[in-house]
């Protein structure tokens, strides 16, 4: 299962999140058969995600980041939640960039493009959304988040995300690092962070060799206090009936067209790629549908 763990360090003036989410990234790369490059951007959104997701303090809150840097990969979307479950998309799963200096080496940074914006959307249920956001600074995903955290929250923090892609394309490792500084903080903390920070391996090679995030972030700082330990997942809560409402209200014509042409129609989430078929006879009951609804107001309006 993959796990968050979260707590403080430093005599409590630094937070520290750590997660590992091999498990989900798989999901996610699996359902939207995602190439190496795509593999790798997509599951290091969706690690922050799980992080950000765990940070909100209501159960109903949302977190959507959408992450546009006008590269080859296109747009990248990713929901997160406060029960650890994410879900998210790629536009162009089927990207493959390499380093022009080493062509083993994914090429994260080019695939996203920099010439766009990362933005954050706090879905708080009953309130307005909250929306943020950041010029993308290298599209590498890690530095694009420090950013919005230094910009967005004025909170400095560290943050170190990684996605190991096996020879076969299956996900060897992955998952996130975030140290942030709390006020209390001193130069002294920011100073130790920087060095540890500047000395770690990279955070999915760290999680390929030791597996348990609180083990991770105790292998680092010796006080680690760990306050909560999450389990996440990936999940998307679309459903038949979901999309049947939404389809329900596409103008009749429209829906006389699919029933016409294609004898029904199919629908596919974006967020986990599922497939769902309408048959003709469920089409011609929402055309029904409207058709009666609009005698019945027609009918109302004779009458008044
Ligand atoms: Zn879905």
Redesign the pocket.
């Known amino acids: 299962m993959d796990r968050l763990s979260r707590g403080t360090a430093l005599n409590g003036n630094i937070r520290v999140f750590c997660c590992r989410t091999t498990k989900l990234v798989q999901e996610a790369v699996t359902r939207h058969n995602c190439l190496p490059t795509a593999a790798a951007a997509l599951g290091r959104t969706l690690s922050v995600g799980c992080i950000m997701g765990t940070m909100l303090k209501d159960k109903k809150e949302k977190i959507e980041i959408q992450i546009d840097g006008k590269g080859p990969l296109g747009m990248m979307v990713v929901d997160a939640y406060h029960d650890g479950t994410v879900r998210g998309f790629v536009t162009n799963p089927y990207v493959e960039v390499y380093k022009e200096e080493d062509p083993q080496k994914l090429d994260v940074g080019k695939a996203v493009g920099t010439d766009g914006v990362l933005r954050v959307i706090k879905d708080m249920s009953m309130k307005r959304p909250f929306v943020s956001e950041v010029p993308l600074q290298t599209g590498e995903i890690g530095d694009d988040f420090a950013y919005y955290y230094m910009k967005s929250e004025q909170t400095p923090s560290a943050v170190s995300v990684g996605v190991m892609v096996d020879k076969d394309y299956s996900i060897k490792a992955a998952g996130a690092l975030v140290i942030q500084m709390m006020p209390s903080a001193t130069e002294r903390d920011i100073q130790i962070v920087e060095e540890i920070v500047a000395n770690l391996k990279p955070v999915s090679q760290i999680i390929d060799e030791m597996k348990d995030p609180a083990e991770i972030v105790k292998a680092i700082f010796d006080d680690y206090q760990e306050l909560a330990c999450q389990e996440l997942s990936f999940k998307?809560e679309?459903n038949k009936g979901k999309f049947a409402i939404v389809l329900s209200r596409l103008p009749k014509e429209d829906l006389q067209e699919m029933i016409d042409e294609d004898h029904g129609c199919e629908v596919i989430?974006k967020?986990?790629n599922?497939k769902y078929h309408y048959d003709e006879g469920t089409l011609q009951g929402f055309v029904n549908a409207q058709i009666a609804h609009e005698k019945q107001q027609r009918e109302a309006a004779g009458k008044a």
């Open positions: 998307c679309c989430c967020f986990c599922t």
